[in-house]
């Protein structure tokens, strides 16, 4: 596999005709949004997460304290 560099790449765009410089220009776009913009997150993916703060807690008992500490 032969490496080319940025600079011999270069050289060779600027040869190209406008258009095709467009064109170019409008697939190294596509190329590199796909690579860098991330798709869609789900709030799904948060199920679950931090669970192993709350596995040695009673939920009622928290409950119940918090709403103590409302009434001061």
Known sequence: MSTVSYDEILKRIQHLEPADQLRLLED???IVRRQVIQPPRSILELQGLGKE?????????????????WNG
């Not at 703060?53 to 008992?61: F, G, L, P, R, V």
């Open 53 to 69: 703060i709350w596995s040695h807690i009673d939920a009622q008992e928290y409950v119940d304290q918090e709403r103590d500490s």
């Open 28 to 30: 190294l776009e596509t």
